[in-house]
């Protein structure tokens, strides 16, 4: 034990490799929220008066509502009336028109984060929509996904060229009254991105999207909405890195999915925000909403997330089964060290008939590191043969730690069939010394075993991702082996 | 406060009144009496909006205006026996009834009695117990019968006293629209064993909110059974508190038969090393009824284990909650705990509700649970039907193998038998059909 601890400390006490500041001119609203300030956010984007309707019915919503906390998770008030909610990095002219022209600065920023912006972009074969805070700057491989017809854009690009597939869809899974960060984001959101795949067509790439938040004090509320029109099939990463900042940073991003008859959506996410510093200070708070609807008969939604980041993670990807024989997956790594909180999980709710939903969740504690799971397995009365499997595994590292576990299971059909297992312990030491035995250092023996205690996840991760995903985690634990 | 309406608090504050002026007791039983008043003051008439009382609708008991219930006369012979020599205390509408209970010779030192009788004879034992348990902080009925009791069983064992002789504890109600608030107070000190059988039934529409306070010293086992077979309008809203000491064991079996509302209230606190307990929960409801098990288990010290299994077999418009944490405390290191809930629906309206939850503090631990629902396994069923068994019998087969699972880790067999007969008896009520 007192060998290996000291290590995990070691590793545990890593500097957050992406903390750096990008000094570029931000065009930003001053701090506050009021309809004037939405309607600035709504003009700046040269949004119609639907959207901006909407976003007003959004935020008066909000007014009569109050900050849930239910959620194993403390921190203090936030005041949502300092914090800016709008800003953009100032373009040269109306914006890039291609990669070569976008703000060296922030080209800089995305190569040290590793992220194949430009020859990377085709030697890996992504096609990557970069949000810098709130604005989409470059768009790459755009031509030859509109060879299939496939939309795949920032969000207000998608507002300004395709309104009536906005319009459509926006707000079906995640209603803006669905709660109050969902609300906050419907009323202010700033970017997004936006996927729409046309029938029978099968995307030939991973979509991917790397969010970075950089202008201090700006809440980042992303809005997603990816549909699947019938038979078609996405693929779509999200990966996200912060850098260091001393004040937390509030994330409240909506998801909505949506797969229509046969189609497949698969959404990857490796989340690195700022997590704060060792003493807990700083880091973001990421609340988020994200949840999928199969409207069609056998259709499938899937969610991986590899949750390593931030102060606080409230996140619950999460599966409306409505379709006949569809399917939802969740498999989710979560990883809280130093003074992280993590409450995260998922829903499936079972309405039609032969559904199947497959939940696995690892949750990895160390440090100060609290660590939850919380889901929700629902069976309706209409959901014949409804099926659920969920497993939730919790690794502690270290005593100051803690691994819980909250799931509601509420079923309504004697013939679904739901079970629920989880299992919470350490690494033994008969595992470590069994490894140093062959000559495995502790720290690669708990290396070794956190992978293959990840590797249910990682497996469904695209190749790419899970390399990553699997050396973000080496990085984050090192030094608190146990 | 904000979310009682004044209809329910003001009758409360009028009865206590009432209910006091006459009582001639200890200052400090008072003392509690009121404390626990103020608490279900503050607390408030348990909402769908607060999540403890998500599931539960309590607004058929809202409605009625429940009173202190008169004296009623009940027929020796209609009361449930254990086909064996037993302590026997038996209380009607909360109170003692001298002539329904007989007690065998008891070792030295011990003390079975009726709480009202002990406080009089040895009030020195009970005070230093009474309400001193952590936990039910948050229930309203367990406030409200610590303001209310009337009576109930106290049951004291000296240090390495071995009860031979069961003590069985029967709590009858009889009358509608009234509330009866039973008590137990059990303190078992070192080394001391006992086995305790405490059922709750009646007739009529009344409310039961018993609350029961178990203590174990360091080395003490205790085998306490808990059936509740209410009259079917009933609502059974109990709490069980549990201590225990260093090594001390405790098996906890709840049955829970009867009942248009039945919950109970369960918390242990394995407050010394090496404490361990075993908790044995099963429901068996069918039309409207409803049976809810809040179990939390508080892992204090070191090397402490735990073991739920809590299963409910549903049918009709039935349903359960299973609502059960394990908490486990930072120092509470090298712990074993395990929850396991199962739940068979028997028809299509039938519901469950599992909420296995667990809270670990600290790192070198066993701990896991699981939970399923569902109908009965086709394979098992097709097994049987392979050997001829005709579908009809084979589905009843199962459920009562389901069912007895639970009810045959009671060791009293007298208890288990007479249960298990209950069991089949409310079983061949509903034939088990396809849902």
Redesign the interface.
Known sequence: MTDSTQTLERLATSDYKYGFVTDIEQDTVPPGLNEDVIRLISAKKQEPDWLLEWRLQAYRHWLTQKQPEWARVHYPPIDYQALSYYAAPKQKGDGPKSLDEVDPELRRTYEKLGIPLAEQAILAGVAVDAVFDSVSVATSYKGKLAELGIVFCSFSEAVREHPELVRKYLGTVVPYRDNYYATLNSAVFSDGSFVYIPPGVRCPMELSTYFRINASNTGQFERTLIVADEGAYVSYLEGCTAPQRDENQLHAAVVELIALDNATIKYSTVQNWYPGDAEGKGGIYNFVTKRGLCKGRDSKISWTQVETGSAITWKYPSCVLRGENSVGEFYSVALTRDWQQADTGTKMIHIGRNTRSTIVSKGISAGHGQNAYRGLVKVLPTAENARNYSQCDSLLMGDQCGAHTFPYIEVQNPSAQVEHEASTSKISEDQIFYCKQRGIGAEDAVSLIVNGFCKEVFKELPMEFAVEAQKLIELKLEGSVG | MSNIAPVVQNPFRQRFAAFTADRREPDAIARLRREGLDRFASLGWPTRQQ?AWRLADLGALAQIDLQRPADALVDAGTLPTLDLPTHQLTFVNGRFAPGLSRLRELPNQALIASLGQALLTHPERIEPHLERLPGLGQHPFAALNTAFWEDGAFVYLPRATVAETPVHLLFHIAGDDIAVYPRLLLVLEDGAQATVVVEYRGKGRYLNAPVAELQLGAGAVLHYHQIQEESSPAFHLGGVRVRQDRDSQANLHLVSFGGQLARTDLEVLLDGEGASCVLNGLILANDQQMGDYHVRVEHAQPRGSSEQLFKSVLDGKARSVFDGMIHVR??A?KTDARQTNR?L???????????????????????????????LNPDALFYLRARGIPAAQARTLLVHAFANDSLNRIQLTPLRERLASSLAARLALGSIEE?
Do not use: Y
């Open positions: 999540e930072p120092h290191q739940n629906l028997l028809s299509k309206q039938a519901q469950a509700n599992a909420n296995p939850r667990l809270e670990i503090l600290a790192d070198d631990v066993k701990c896991g649970h699981g939970s399923t629902t569902g109908f849902p």
